[in-house]
């Protein structure tokens, strides 16, 4: 507050004790060398750790499944059951891994104080290192008379299965997480986590592209040029019919609003695009390639693209921007 002189005592209002200035640093973040302590026994080691919190057992470890889902289960989202083979709070020590309350001994090795403290540097400036101890894991006493069921670990082996609902429109890669549905933790610590990764199967008729759904027609030659009404197949369940123009190029891509996959996190539905083939017969009879061969030199027959006969590329793009 006071630059050089505020440290050295002579600034403004008399001596600056430096536990007063990190004292507003506990205020703003919580605290910093315990219950009354200051921050500098927490650096350099004074307090006897009189406001470390001891921890409860060890933290449990996260479970991690993957779940295949098809595309019609993506469509609208499904309800899994899941089975798996985890660690559950065992029912006999609810637990805390003795057989009874009195069932347990002060650590030896940290004399119940959790932690061990070692001195490193020398003169002056001196270094004390805190590290749990490795005994009884920070809690500061160790099992003398462990629970017959569980041996001391307060956790036993279970098979469970697990309803979880898996939301429309989630793509491969993406995870759900259910909470403290993991591992639990020994001797009464906090469970882990269950990690459910979606694994995408494929799909006999249709291809995905985010939240777009692509479904590819073959026309033949007749009704390309003639133009038709087909029927073609929705995600969804059931068919929808629409109507092919005549002189449809191969590679025209169709649109069919809001047939696509839900969108994850946001509102409505993307759309299934249909990309028109056109099939070019590779075996004629005689009187085919006849009929064919009269309308060859026709000028209705010669190619003849216009700017919104796109190539190959531009549909693409179009197709996915």
């Not at 169709?254 to 994850?264: A, C, H, N, Q, T």
């Amino acid at each position: 507050r006071f630059g050089h002189a505020g440290v050295s005592g002579n600034g403004g209002q008399g001596q600056v004790n430096m536990d007063d200035i990190f004292s507003r640093f506990s205020d703003i973040f919580g605290g910093g060398g315990g219950q009354g302590g200051s921050p500098f026994e927490s650096i350099f080691g004074g307090g006897g750790g009189r406001g470390r919190q001891r921890p409860k057992g060890q933290r449990g470890s996260d479970l991690r499944v993957k779940v295949p889902l098809n595309m019609e289960e993506i469509y609208d989202g499904v309800n899994k059951k899941i089975k798996l083979t985890r660690f559950a709070t065992c029912d006999t020590c609810s637990g805390v891994g003795a057989s009874s309350a009195d069932g347990y001994r002060t650590c030896t090795t940290c004399n119940g104080a959790g932690e061990i403290r070692r001195q490193a540097g020398g003169g002056f400036f001196q270094q004390i290192m805190v590290s749990a101890c490795p005994t009884c894991q920070g809690e500061g006493r160790v099992i003398s008379n462990a629970c017959g069921t569980c041996h001391g670990e307060g956790r036993t082996e279970i098979s469970e299965v697990i309803d979880v609902r898996i939301p429309g429109g989630i793509t491969e890669g993406m995870q759900i997480t259910m909470r403290s549905k993991g591992n639990s933790g020994k001797r009464g610590g906090a469970p882990g986590d269950l990690i459910i990764l979606v694994e995408e199967t494929p799909h006999e008729h249709f291809e995905r592209h985010g939240d777009d759904v692509i479904y590819e027609l073959w026309l033949n030659f007749g009704d390309a040029a003639l133009g038709t009404s087909v029927e073609v197949p929705t995600l969804g369940g059931g068919k929808t019919r629409f109507k092919i123009s005549a002189g449809t190029q191969s590679g025209k891509i169709f649109k069919l609003k809001g047939k696509g996959f839900p969108i994850v996190n946001g509102y409505g539905r993307g759309d299934q695009l249909i990309q028109a083939h056109v099939w070019i017969p590779q075996t004629l009879s005689r009187d085919e390639k006849a009929a064919l061969e009269r309308f060859q030199g026709s000028p209705n027959f010669a190619p003849s693209p216009t700017s919104t006969d796109k190539g190959f590329f531009q549909r693409i793009k179009d197709m996915f921007s």
